[in-house]
């Protein structure tokens, strides 16, 4: 018969503290690279200012503010819209003047694609999706638009929008 020999209780104890070090150093880099990947998704407080900028434009939209909307945009802002070029006027026209429903409401959602800033232009690409009640009706949209700011007096402004209209139900 043969004798059956069991590890030495000091080897069995080395595995053992082995086998934890190596378990520990593996959590440690998976907690190290998520935090990394975590810190890329993290904005500048230039980029949360650009993507605020849009937002608070589209707010002034949604108030149907024109003197408000117009702080948010350059005096020569391009819009292109249902593959027409607009101007500010054209966009306080038809947004603004012409909308005199009593029961208007707009709501704005946005998910950022991509938000890029140097010292005084920045570019944005974002979805927009909008609930838009009017006349008893209620109403989505979804966009996709790209967006060109320029900073003018130490304050982002709106040169150039670009929407694509993906979905309107």
């Not at 998520?34 to 810190?39: D, F, I, Q, S, V």
């Not at 704005?108 to 009017?134: E, G, M, P």
Request: aromatic residues 8%.
């Amino acid at each position: 018969m043969e004798a059956h020999t069991h590890p030495h209780p000091t080897k069995k104890c080395f595995l053992l503290i082995n086998l934890f070090m190596k378990n520990t150093i593996l959590l440690l880099i998976a907690l190290v690279l998520a935090g990394l990947l975590h810190a890329q998704d993290q904005l500048s407080k230039t980029q949360q200012t650009v993507q605020q900028t849009i937002i608070r434009m589209f707010d002034a939209l949604s108030n149907r503010d024109s003197i408000s909307l117009k702080t948010f945009c350059t005096a020569d802002i391009a819009l292109f819209e249902y593959g027409q070029l607009w101007n500010i006027d054209t966009l306080i026209l038809k947004a603004i003047t012409l909308n005199q429903a009593t029961d208007f409401k707009r709501s704005n959602s946005f998910d950022f694609i991509n938000t890029t800033a140097d010292k005084n232009t920045a570019w944005v690409a974002y979805h927009l999706n909008s609930v838009i009640t009017r006349e008893g009706k209620q109403a989505t949209a979804q966009w996709l638009e790209t967006v060109v700011l320029v900073k003018e007096r130490k304050q982002w402004k709106i040169r150039h929008l670009h929407s694509t209209l993906i979905k309107r139900s």
